[in-house]
């Protein structure tokens, strides 16, 4: 199994430009994850998915964020606009659903910066 | 929401001296906890978790954690420190909830001196 597959692994952009960011999670898994993190604030759930359909979104910090996951196999997660307070590592992960004793895994992560 | 404390944001140990990383979590209800360990530039790795089996628990290159109900905690241990166990080391808590949601700590970070 390749694992959780996460592009483009680095991003720089202009303060302004959309960013997307894309994650293919690991092959029969349930759920889907958006973490976001930074040295300020750590490690945290952005979004997260189940069977496709979006269950939690709390943790997106505005309007800008979006997250969609049109299949099993493909997430993005845009910004739009970005701003450079967004530079962080965005990280996916991915689970099965058998009670939470199952454990989530993670994507090498995506790198963005802001200018 | 259940939170999770991590004491130390930064452990130094020497090669081969023990290694003692904390982790307390709050919650009226037992979760489910994780250890996650994250290399340099690279994504979070399942050490080890407990599930409410055995209290004690054994997880990949040496590590290990005891959940300890009464003290709300689950410290992660290795006898032996390695140059290869520096790396970042995050607890991570269930929610009680919705176990699949989980909260991670601040993380520590391992330095491993020669």
């Known amino acids: 199994d390749a694992g959780v597959i996460q592009s483009p692994r680095h991003e720089v952009t202009e303060m302004g430009q959309e960013v997307t960011l894309r994650c293919k999670p690991i092959s029969g898994h349930d759920y889907l994850f958006w973490y976001r993190q930074t040295m300020m604030r750590g490690l945290e759930l952005l979004i997260y998915f189940n069977n496709n359909v979006p269950i939690d979104d709390s943790g997106m910090p505005e309007d800008r964020f979006s997250a969609k996951m049109p299949n099993a196999s493909f997430s993005t997660l845009k910004i739009q606009p970005s701003e450079p307070r967004d530079s962080a590592v965005y990280f996916c992960a991915s689970s099965s659903d058998r009670g939470g004793r199952e454990t989530q895994y993670f994507g090498p992560g995506t790198r963005l910066l802001v200018l | ?114």
């Open chain 2, 1 to 114: 929401a259940q939170s999770v404390t991590q004491l130390g944001s930064h452990v130094s140990v020497s090669e081969g001296a023990l290694v003692l990383l904390r982790c307390n979590y709050s919650s009226s209800v037992p979760p489910y906890l994780f250890w996650y360990v994250q290399y340099p530039n690279q994504g979070l790795q399942l050490l080890l978790k407990y599930t409410s089996a055995a209290t004690l628990v054994k997880g990949i290159n040496g590590f290990e954690a005891e959940f300890k109900k009464s003290e709300t905690s689950f410290h992660l241990t290795k006898p032996s420190a390695h140059m290869s166990d520096a790396a970042e080391y995050f607890c991570a808590v269930s929610d009680r909830y919705n176990f699949n949601k989980f909260y991670f700590g601040s993380g520590t970070k391992l330095n491993v001196k020669p």
